[in-house]
């Protein structure tokens, strides 16, 4: 097959194409490489962004869309991953957000609909930020608490709770959990899932929206001040520098190694079922903050003080993990790697990596700036 993929140049599109190289497919990557994310001068990881083993590497504005156009012309498929992805910064950067991830991708399925019906496969990254809180359990009642209000997370209370205050009791969330964005990014996520099923069901395209939960590994951009928890974590405790845990360290995510990511995307693409399909993409298990900066810490051999600060985003919320049922019914996908095997991985590789000048606490008060958040630095 030959198949575009937009973003390829990042952290989970680059481990994209090699794997799907070593399968003897073909790939034309669009991506800008943009200095946020691969600094002013990229040094990219894969050797294929050179032009070499047969990857057609576009470097183009993914609303550029005569590029994309052209790109599209002899593609069988689409993965599209291009993206701006930092939580915080959609809440300031409000409208570009929405032009890179909602316009462009909007065009994407104009084009595909109307000038390339020869394409009749997208892979879509979607994202578990689209539910905002994750599920839990009041009674017999599935529940979504609304986001949290700034005050009571002003006031170290980080829990979320029920309407009436009620304790909440955390489970897996479903695909059918109701969607309830807590910022622009996710908002913008929701909004291409939308598009995504009216074109799938309008034009007969077999569209997979698949909503990853916190993906990690290598490659992932150690520039970013904007996201990837462990780039920056790891980023500071290679300068023994304190690592300022927001919150108080207890807020978990579902941390998934990029491996099992592609191979997720993989089984999308690579599946015959026409129609639309949106699943959960994680480890379907929860992880606190704290408890992934220790094991961290304790691999990069580091003496960086882990500080529980109070510190909150605009946009954050408390925990979230996959209910991978979906997945695994329809897609027979099954996380691999374990989050001791994957940070293992992601250590020796961070120690090839030059150490770099931190930006995340400029990042954290610019939001504070805003009153999107609060920062103690
Ligand atoms: N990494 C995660 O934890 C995670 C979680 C949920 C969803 N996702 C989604 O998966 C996708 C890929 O994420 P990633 O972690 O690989 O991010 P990444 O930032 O490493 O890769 C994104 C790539 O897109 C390129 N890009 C950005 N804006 C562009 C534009 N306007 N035109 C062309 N190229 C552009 C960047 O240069 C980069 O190479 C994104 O859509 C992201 O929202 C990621």
Known sequence: MHILITGGAGFIGSWLVDSLLLQGHSVTVVDNLSPQIHGQVPRPEAA???????????RADIRDAVRMDEALANVEAVVHLAAETGTGQSMYQIAHYYEVNQQATAWLFEAIATRHRHIKKLVHASSRSIYGEGAYRLGDQ???PAPRDPA??????????????????????????PPFPASIYAATKLANEATARICAEAYGLQVAALRFQNVYGERQSLRN?????????????????????????????????VSDVVRSIELALFREAPGY???NIGAGVPTTVMQVASELKQLLGSTSELNISGDFRAGDIRHCYADLTRARELLGFEPKVSLREGLGRFVNWVLTQPV?????????????????????G
């Open 142 to 144: 599935l529940v979504v």
């Open 225 to 257: 001040p904007y996201t990837g928890i462990l780039s920056i974590f790891s980023n500071r405790m290679r300068q023994n520098l304190p690592i300022n845990i927001f919150e108080d360290g207890l807020e978990s995510r579902d941390f998934v190694h």
């Open 152 to 177: 009571r997370l002003q006031a170290g209370q980080f829990e979320p709770l029920g309407s009436k205050g009620e304790a909440l009791h955390l489970i897996a969330t479903p695909e059918e959990s």
């Open 48 to 58: 294929w962004l050179d032009g070499r083993d047969g990857v057609n590497f576009v």
């Open 277 to 279: 399909l949106v699943a």
């Open 356 to 376: 770099l000048a931190d930006q995340s606490q400029k990042a954290q008060a610019e939001l504070a700036r805003l009153g999107l958040g609060r920062s103690a």
